[in-house]
């Protein structure tokens, strides 16, 4: 056997197996997550949050890091982050039952000052980076609160934030589908539709507020329009565990800086 032939086997079986490895590797990250395996769901494809040219490379710093520098706000479909642990609870500041509107005034988070503290006085200590904003789906019945004064309370609770930490990011989180089965039986009148009129408003308000927008709706929803079944806990408002999986997968690949 000639040295070239050799060298030519080696380099084979050397590419070879880190083509297996890369493959492996790959799998272990996306998983069977539908919105990057398959054809895609993601409503943001090709359209990510920020520019082109940003530096959105999780090899540059690692997402624990980036979770750690972040808050998360919200009402019972944020407390899951917690609730399965996949976010710390000190990086949890959410209730169940809350809206946009009684989060302005409900002091529940504890920072050990002493006190309880309402979101925006809590952001005032802490000042994180960043905070994904995840209000809406307990104030879009008119039950709650009318058009008008659920996007004034939402503007309202973004100003009071600004001010409380002037250089942290805010990112607005679209409101999150809900079962096909949950739009016919909700006393609410709780509808898809619905949720993306309000949300194609929550993104022009992000924008007027000099805010970022987050559009994971899309990524949890089947042909319908509504809520994958797999990701439903049962009562098609709340998710399962491997929603937050999902949902933190698609803040890794589409990070905001």
Request: hydrophobic share 35%; glycine share 6%.
């Amino acid at each position: 056997m000639t040295a070239f032939t050799t060298s030519l086997i080696v380099s084979l079986a050397f590419f070879t197996a880190l083509f297996a490895l890369n493959i492996d590797l790959i799998s272990d990250y996306f998983g069977n997550n539908p919105c990057v395996t398959g054809t895609p769901q993601n409503p943001a494809h090709g359209s990510w949050n920020n520019h082109v040219g940003a530096d959105n490379s999780p090899w540059n710093e690692s997402f624990k890091d980036y979770i750690e520098d972040t808050i998360f706000i919200g009402d019972s479909r944020t407390v899951g982050l917690k609730t399965y642990n996949y976010v710390k609870a000190e990086n949890v500041y959410a209730l169940n039952g809350q809206n946009h509107q009684s989060a302005r005034s409900e002091a529940f988070v504890n920072l050990g000052t002493g006190r309880l503290l309402t979101v925006a006085q809590a952001i005032a200590v802490t000042k994180p980076k960043r905070m994904v904003v995840s209000y809406g789906i307990n104030g879009i019945s008119s039950t709650f609160m009318s058009h008008d004064t659920f996007f004034n309370q939402y503007s309202l609770l973004i100003d009071e934030l600004k001010a409380a930490s002037p250089n942290s990011i805010i990112i607005i989180q679209s409101i999150l589908p809900v079962s096909n089965s949950y739009e016919y039986k909700s006393q609410y009148k709780i509808t898809n539709d619905k949720i993306d009129s309000y949300n194609v408003t929550l993104k022009n308000l992000a924008k007027d507020k000099g805010c970022k927008y987050l559009d994971t709706s899309g990524v949890l929803k089947d042909g319908n329009n509504c809520l994958l079944s797999e990701y439903d806990s049962g009562d098609g408002l709340h998710f399962d565990s491997q929603t937050y999986a999902v949902l933190l997968q698609y803040l890794d690949q589409h990070r905001i800086y």
